[in-house]
């Protein structure tokens, strides 16, 4: 399958930031809605925000106003700053591309934590 390459994980305080990366090749980039989910101990997985190629977005309740999904075209890159990071907000972040097949990074750890 296409490798999704991820990056930016780590530990922050709380009110911190941090800017996820993740890049793909061109044909996946420009046809398939690009995403990030997430997956905390004890909690389901779920979609933390999602860009469609025409630049179209969506974002969990939980992360509107602080977070913000992107893309960089000329580099076939999505990103997610993540501002006012809170300790719920601790989980393995994923980044997906999602169509008729679905492809999945192999996720980087996000710690927010005093």
């Known amino acids: 399958q296409v490798q999704l390459v991820e990056s930016g994980g780590g530990l922050v305080q709380p009110g911190g930031s941090l800017r996820l990366s993740c890049v793909a090749s061109?044909?996946?980039?420009?046809?398939?809605?690009m995403g990030w989910y997430r997956q905390a101990p004890g909690k389901q997985r779920e979609l933390v925000a999602g860009?469609?190629?025409?630049?179209?977005?969506n974002y969990a309740d939980s992360v509107k106003g602080r977070f913000t999904i992107s893309k960089d075209n000329a580099k076939n890159t999505v990103h997610l700053q993540m501002n006012s990071l809170k300790p719920e907000d601790t989980a393995i972040y994923y980044c997906?591309?999602?169509?008729?097949?679905?492809?999945w990074g192999q996720g980087t750890q996000v710690t927010v934590s005093s």
């Open positions: 860009i469609t190629p025409y630049g179209g977005t």
């Open positions: 997906t591309a999602r169509r008729h097949s679905d492809y």
């Open positions: 061109f044909s996946i980039f420009s046809s398939h809605t």
